[in-house]
């Protein structure tokens, strides 16, 4: 008969240590599975109950109408294209438009241009004073048509029209005998 080797003391602790982590392992595995069926099983059992506490009544909201934007602007009436001529680097050219709301919002103003090269384009809100507009020149991104003393768009309300200046302005780089078009856009974005 062969001969049994019985394992060596720290061959048994190690096996009892393995016992008894695979024992805590399963006390664990248990809790959790025990604690997510009792949690179940209550949160089941108050499905039903959420109908006592519900209500509902119809309320006549009225009549809901989109409002009109609508913007036409004009040259002043004595506007000459004669005044954009002969402009050398440096010198500016004014002339008004009016801007009339003819939709039934009111709405905020806003200015975008393009130029040729040599040309820039600048607007303000108001009457055009005798010298040059200060700011930035107009670029092809919208930006707010204010007036030179308050900073925020202007407003116009429905059926009200607004005067503003335009400018257009030769800059250092004007070829000699260069003509431009320049386009301005006006806007109005809808305010409260």
Known sequence: MPEQCSPSPQTRRAR???????????AVVMSTLAATALLFLALSGTSGSYALWEDDTVVDAGTVRAG??????????????????????????????????????????????????????????????????????????????????????????PGQSTEACVEVRATSALTPAAQAAFTLTVSGTQVR
Do not use: K, Y
């Not at 009892?16 to 399963?26: C, D, Q």
């Open 16 to 26: 009892r240590a393995g016992v008894r982590r695979a024992r805590r392992l399963r």
């Open 68 to 157: 009109t934007a609508a913007l036409t602007a004009s040259w002043s009436a004595d506007h000459d294209d004669v005044a954009w001529s002969n402009l050398l680097p440096g010198e500016s050219a004014r002339a008004s438009i009016t801007v009339e709301n003819t939709g039934d919002v009111p709405l905020a103003l806003n200015a975008a241009a393009t130029t040729a090269a040599g040309f820039e384009l600048r607007a303000t809100a108001g009457a055009c004073p005798a010298t040059a507009l200060p700011g930035e020149a107009l670029s092809e991104s919208s930006a707010a048509l204010a007036s030179t003393d308050v900073p925020d768009a202007v407003v116009v309300q």
